[in-house]
């Protein structure tokens, strides 16, 4: 027996598909049913109605001095979250504004007492604490990065659904911060070599602790696999103007994504190099020639040119129980908007 996350009806021989339109996506393989159907992304936002959003978040956030900003970007989430399916249902977003600017809150008042007890330090020690001063600040920026990770995964994932169950992210800190800080240390001495070790680690790490509906993520793909591509960009991309840096983040996408698994099931991605170019080159031209207004449109055609290129092999089964939401804390949030780190839908399936 089982009941619809949608609408709540109860079913003794478990659907497709409720009478409400929500899918169950859990049938099994039969001999009438000998394979599930694939599970499809896309993206059903406009540009008209992401404008709207934008101009409200730039307007309300001068008449209060940006603190709207943090309700404003939520609503821009809900939006985005809402418009992007998989199998034809919406994920959503359950992240409020008052999370977002309660961790602005909690980042600025640390940032505060760091620099002040740095300050006091020195007026009291004098030069001779300097070099004990510098080493504490450079402890502190780099614990910034895995934190602002850890942190906004943890928080993003917590906060996004997909027919009413939660997506649970339940990796550790210390263990993802001993990837990060000694994956920045070693890209920073071989001259950035060791990036795309370092991005598969960390990838591996965080798709292997997400989990949903009683299944779990898992990716596959070797740390060294992207060793070459990144190689020959770094030779091409001065040649090439730049521009083969395309080719590459669309192998990097191929080999991120192919290498995943959901149950069990694998992703297919489709990504190309020289549609990402012309991607990219079209939404560049349309948001300088409207002054900024054409940006909302971009976004949409960049998260329906993803969608496009993006799908799981199959729907596994799901339980359909569904997972508790949980509290966790908008501070690692915080923190990747203001160091530039970012995660969730709006990141790892953007482009």
Known sequence: MAFCTNCGKEYEVVPV?????????????????????????????????LLVLYLKLIF??????????????????????????????????????????????????????????????????????????????FAAFALLAPLAIHGAIRYRWSRTSWQGRHFVYNGDFKELAWIVIPGLFFTAITFTIYLPVFLTNLRRYVTNHTHYGGHSFEFTGASTGLLGAYGKMLLLVVPTLGLYRFWFQSRQFNFYWCNTRFAGFPFRASFDGLLLLMLTFTNVLLTTFTLGI??????????RFVAANLQLEQLPRIQLAASATAGTSAFGDAIGDVIGTDAGIDAGFGL
Request: net charge positive; hydrophobic share 45%.
């Open 17 to 49: 598909r409720c009478e409400c339109g929500s899918l169950f996506a859990s049938v099994e393989p039969s001999a009438s049913n000998p394979a599930l159907s694939p599970g499809l992304f896309d993206f059903t936002g406009e540009g008209g109605a």
């Open 294 to 303: 054409g940006y909302p449109w971009a976004i949409c055609r960049t998260i």
């Open 60 to 137: 309300l956030s001068i008449v209060t001095l940006g603190i709207y900003s943090f309700w404003g970007r939520t609503e821009i989430r809900r939006y985005l979250w809402a418009n992007t399916r998989f199998a034809g249902q919406p994920f959503a977003y359950h992240g409020t504004g008052k999370e977002l600017f309660i961790g602005w809150l909690k980042l600025i008042g640390i940032w505060v007492g760091l620099t002040m007890s740095l300050a006091l330090l020195l007026i009291a020690g004098g030069d001779n604490l300097k070099p004990f001063a510098g080493l504490v600040l």
